[in-house]
Each structure stands twice: as C-alpha cells, then as structure tokens.
C-alpha cells in the first residue's frame, strides 16, 4: 500500500505530521508533497522545517514537479490525503484544474478511482465551498473535516489529533486504536 499525503496552505499541519509518524510507524509507505504555503505553515505551526516532515515520509516531490510518476495514471497508489486542504485546493481540485502536482495527483486519483480524502480548514464555509465539496463528493471524493469528537474526553491536544487521525486511518481501511470509540467508553 502506497499513500501520498499532500499538505496545503492551511492551518492543521499536525494532522499531517502524525498521519506521517503512524503510517510509518505502520510501515506503509508514503510520498510526501509540500505547496509553497504549506511549508511556510509547517515553520509557523509546528517550529520545524520541511525536513522534519520529509523524513518522516519515504519519497518527496516538489509541488512544481510534473515529472513526479505521481503525475501519471499509469504510477500505482492506493489513495491521496490532503492535509489540511485549502480552499484553493479544494477549488481546483472540484474544477480540473491541475497547475501543481498536488492538484494532478488528486485528478489522478479521481479519473482512476482511487480513494481521496480531503480533509479541508476553513470556517465559515461559503456557499461556494460548499458547492465545490459536494461536486466532489458526488465523484466519490472522501470530505473529512478536521472536526474531533468528545466523547471519548480527551486530555490533550494530542489525544484531538489522533482521533482525526485514527478516522482517517479508518477511512482507508487500516486499523489503529488512536483514540475510544463509541461504544467501547
């Protein structure tokens, strides 16, 4: 199994750092792709830069880097996560618009049927955010806010993150025990 994690110019970069950690921790591979404004975010929110995340991931390209087989069809991966998924993104991605590896790999994942989850950061939503997630969602497309659940009373901010992550993780069928779940409080 292959997932390619992409991080975008939104607040959240913790949800992508620990996807990171657990999918390798797991032994699944990962490629990464970091846009511009995503590495700016990483710096700010998580006081570490690009390489941290890199290592952490098992292959790199450059958002720029239309030569990545991740570009093509014809390259096997099991599924895309977008975390966090801007708005831009989120935008292109609904319209075809593939002007970066990010926005390509999601389009590859579409016209192959493969899983992509995205999971976007933005509140309010407007009327055009909405519109763009159920155009996406009618094409099979996984939207997955980053919104915890309390139920299970977390402690710490990482107990909130790793129940976003676990849901993640269940929504590509791989198994963990991040966080309770209902049912087994």
């Known amino acids: 199994m292959k997932v390619v994690v992409c991080i975008t110019g939104a607040s959240g970069v913790c949800y992508a750092k620990r996807l990171l950690e657990v999918l390798r921790e797991k032994g699944i591979k990962t490629s990464l792709i970091v846009s511009e404004s995503?590495?700016?975010?990483?710096?700010h929110e998580l006081d570490v830069d690009i390489n941290h995340l890199i290592d952490l991931s098992h292959e790199y390209y450059e958002n720029n880097d239309f030569f990545s087989p991740l570009a093509s069809g014809s390259h096997i991966f099991h599924s895309v996560v977008v975390v966090p998924c801007s708005m831009k993104t989120l935008s292109a991605v609904a319209n075809g618009y593939s002007n970066n590896l990010i926005c390509r790999v999601c389009d590859?994942?579409?016209?192959?049927?493969?899983?992509?989850?995205?999971?976007?950061?933005?509140?309010?939503?407007?009327?055009?955010?909405?519109?763009?997630?159920?155009?996406?969602?009618?094409?099979g497309v996984v939207i997955m806010p980053p919104i915890p659940a309390f139920y299970g009373r977390p402690k710490s901010v990482e107990d909130i993150v790793d129940f976003v992550v676990g849901r993640v993780l269940d929504n590509l069928g791989i198994s963990n025990n991040l966080f309770k779940r209902w049912g087994d409080i």
């Open 38 to 43: 995503g590495k700016k975010i990483i710096e």
């Open 108 to 139: 590859v994942a579409i016209k192959e049927g493969r899983k992509l989850i995205l999971m976007p950061r933005e509140m309010p939503l407007s009327s055009i955010h909405l519109e763009n997630m159920l155009k996406l969602s009618k094409l």
